[in-house]
């Protein structure tokens, strides 16, 4: 069984920043594919940043440039340090790993940027 776990959503104002941490326990490899989404109210599920098994990295552009995606393959942990934040960066944001043919969420943490 996989589990994701999300932490570090929250309150900032615009201009701020914000670093999402997600932890995967179970049965995996660190080098698994992982990847952090985000869903604004309204609007559909999109990919914000993802790191492959090699440890290439991906981006949406509307946050390149602004978001770093990370990853600590000893913790299975891997990391969205988010800066210059803006209001329309406001989502529920999470995290999943790609374990052979299955895709593991988790369950979101909630980002809000008042201007």
């Known amino acids: 069984q996989v589990q994701l776990v999300e932490s570090g959503g929250g309150l900032v104002q615009a201009g701020g920043s914000l670093r999402l941490s997600c932890a995967a326990t179970?049965?995996?490899?660190?080098?698994?594919?992982m990847g952090w989404y985000r869903q604004a109210p309204g609007k559909q599920r999109e990919l914000v940043a993802s790191?492959?098994?090699?440890?290439?990295?991906n981006y949406a552009d509307a946050v390149k440039g602004r978001f770093t995606i990370s990853r600590d393959r000893a913790k299975n942990t891997v990391y969205l340090q988010m800066s210059s934040l803006k209001p329309e960066d406001t989502a529920v944001y999470s995290c999943?790993?790609?374990?052979?043919?299955?895709?593991?969420w988790g369950q979101g943490t909630q980002v809000t940027v008042s201007s």
């Open positions: 999943n790993i790609l374990k052979g043919t299955s895709l593991y």
């Open positions: 790191v492959t098994s090699g440890g290439f990295t």
């Open positions: 179970g049965n995996i490899f660190s080098t698994y594919p």
